[in-house]
């Protein structure tokens, strides 16, 4: 393991030993101006790279995290989430606390559990009956595994107006139908909320 003053690179990625100032990366600038020797130079190098090169990682999660929001093939708030983790593991939960992550991730799986229930719960909201409710479970459950990734909003519909319309209940298909819908749109809106909020404690951990 090769030392400089302040800098140790046998785990560069924990950010344990650098004084904390107003802003991430400055303090990895300030603290490679400091390193005057060949081998703390070289460290510090090598730290510099990881460091910089785990922040890119986690800016890419988040990003990716925040479109997959919006797009039903990529686990939105999980990638934004392990993004969120990786910072603050590997500033040793100093700049966010374990208790904020650790909160992060019941709403994260909360969220994952929202977007199952939400079109259900619209559906009855939208006054589906048992048959209408049967057909919506029975899409969102198989839906994603016929039609890929639009499985996730055409199953349950399909589903509602499919039980609707073996109930003999015509003009509440669409209703019901309907109904999923506006659930799904919930729980997108909800989704998106949560990732720009880990977003923004990321961004703010940085100022």
Known sequence: MIRSNTVTTAFPFRIRDIP???????????????????????????????????????????????????????????????????????????????????VFLGLTILSILLEFALPLLGAKKYHASKHGMAGAAMGLAIGPFLLGPIGIVAGPFVGAVAGEFLNGNKKHALMAGGGTFVGFLLSLLLKLILTLVMIGFFIFSLA
């Open 20 to 102: 904390r100032g107003n802003c991430f990366i400055d303090n990895i600038k300030k603290e490679n101006a400091r390193l005057d020797d060949p081998h703390g130079a070289l460290a510090g190098a090598l730290w510099y790279t990881s460091s910089m090169t785990l922040l890119i990682i986690v800016i890419l999660l988040m990003i990716i995290g925040l479109a997959g929001v919006l797009l039903p093939f990529l686990p939105g708030v999980p990638l934004a989430w392990l993004g969120f983790f990786i910072y603050a593991y590997s500033t040793d939960f100093k700049e966010i606390s374990l208790t904020t992550t650790l």
